[in-house]
């Protein structure tokens, strides 16, 4: 019973969607929630106000003050009042108000007044969703720390398919509850995350680089964020965004790069997952200008060693500092993962086979296995990044108590 007296906001802007917004009161006060629905302009022409507030039982606002009595509506109060606001519909049009705060309704004014989390679930037509401008809304709507519950693909109203429909009430539910059920189990802790790939210069326009997407790291970035961690991403070059505020993002290019910002970074942190495919050499002398093409016979490039990062964070590992490693490996995996576990000093290492489908490089999911120094080893079923960072979280946890 996460919801259980849990005050929420209801945004209701103008969808045909907004016919859903009937089902989620339902849902929430079904679930102890107390919802007080505000309504934009728009919104009363898809749904009345007398079914909502029958359904809320509350009165439902739209207006700065009543056209009956004068009452003055607070929107202020009402962000004050509330543990969660949910914006389910969200149209283009208030979604591009959120992101540029143009104040002109009630909703906007209680979104700005809002301190609690904000949730938003878009719901338009497709090329509507697609187009720059939402999408750059959205964006800017992530860097405030707000949520978006992603649309689905499917029939819109317009008949046309794609990506727009609204999700689900009861998945809109979940996502609230999973949110408040949420542990901050790593409250006033500081975690270092290492991440991507690193770029090894040959000349000007060329470097030896590896497959990282960073996207593992990312999400562990966001999760330990989630949980209350105070994040220091070290990332190489990736294309990926950081969306919560809790994630000091530093980005770099080099293993030597990476390596000076870790050992930075690594004495004032409770938490070390190394999680960047580190290039082991780069090219000794970095060409000036653009290396041209031999005449006849073969190029040598000649390679030296790059720092191993996690190797030398663990030689100056403090009493209760925890570290985490990654094995990526193609053979005798178990063998090179516990090699690598001991020569780094590491509390536990993540080990990925590339011979697992769906795991490794790239993809969304991965298939792990935790190796600690105890000896201990659980295996995982494929799952989501997303998952599977709360898996490895869940382990971090355990250790830095
Ligand atoms: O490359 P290798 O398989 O040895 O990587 C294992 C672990 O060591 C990973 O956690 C990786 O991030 C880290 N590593 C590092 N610096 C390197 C090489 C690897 O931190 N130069």
Not at 33 to 59: D, N, R, W, Y
Not at 205 to 224: D, H, P, Q, T, W
């Amino acid at each position: 019973m996460t919801l259980k007296d849990k005050h929420i906001i209801l945004g209701i802007t103008g969808s045909i969607a907004a016919y859903k917004a009937a089902y989620i009161i339902r849902g929430l006060v079904k679930k102890g929630a107390e919802v007080q629905v505000v309504i934009t302009p728009a919104g009363k022409e898809f749904i009345t106000p007398l079914t909502l507030s029958t359904l809320s039982s509350h009165p439902v606002i739209s207006e700065f003050f009543s056209n009956r009595d004068g009452t003055w509506n607070s929107h202020v109060d009402l962000g004050l009042w509330a543990d969660a606001m949910l914006i389910a519909p969200a149209t283009a049009s208030t979604i591009g108000k959120m992101a540029n705060g143009i104040a002109d309704n009630m909703l906007i004014t209680t979104y700005l007044s809002c301190k609690a989390p904000v949730f938003v679930a878009p719901a338009m037509d497709l090329d509507m969703f697609a187009h720059p401008s939402t999408q750059q809304n959205l964006e800017h709507l992530r860097s405030f720390g707000n949520r978006i519950i992603e649309p689905t693909e499917g029939e819109l109203a317009s008949h046309l398919v794609g990506k727009g429909r609204m999700e689900e009430p009861d998945k809109i539910i979940e996502v609230l509850e999973d949110f408040f059920a949420a542990r901050k189990d790593l409250e006033k802790k500081k975690i270092l995350i290492t991440a991507g790939p690193t770029y090894e210069k040959i000349d000007p326009v060329r470097f030896i680089g590896n497959y990282s997407s960073g996207k593992m790291g990312f999400a562990l970035a966001e999760v330990c964020a989630e949980r209350g961690a105070e994040v220091t991403l070290v990332a190489g070059p990736v294309s990926l965004k950081t969306h919560h505020p809790a994630i000091k993002r530093i980005d770099v290019e080099s293993a030597g790069e990476m390596y000076q910002v870790a050992m930075e970074a690594f004495p004032g942190s409770d938490a070390a997952i190394l999680c960047a495919a580190v290039a082991d050499y780069r090219p000794e002398n970095a060409s000036e200008q653009k290396i041209k093409r031999e005449t006849k016979g073969d190029m040598t490039l000649h390679l030296v060693p790059n720092p191993d990062i996690a190797a030398s964070l663990g030689a100056i590992k403090r009493e209760g500092q925890v570290m985490v490693g990654f094995a990526l490996e193609t053979n005798n995996e178990a063998t090179h993962a516990e090699g690598k576990l001991k020569r780094k000093n590491l509390d536990f290492i993540v080990l990925n086979s590339l011979r697992d489908q769906g795991a490794g490089f790239r993809c969304d999911t991965n298939k792990i296995t935790i190796i600690d120094d105890a000896g201990g080893v659980t295996s995982y079923p494929l799952k989501s990044k997303r998952e599977v960072a709360s898996d490895i979280v869940n382990k971090l946890v355990t250790l830095l108590r």
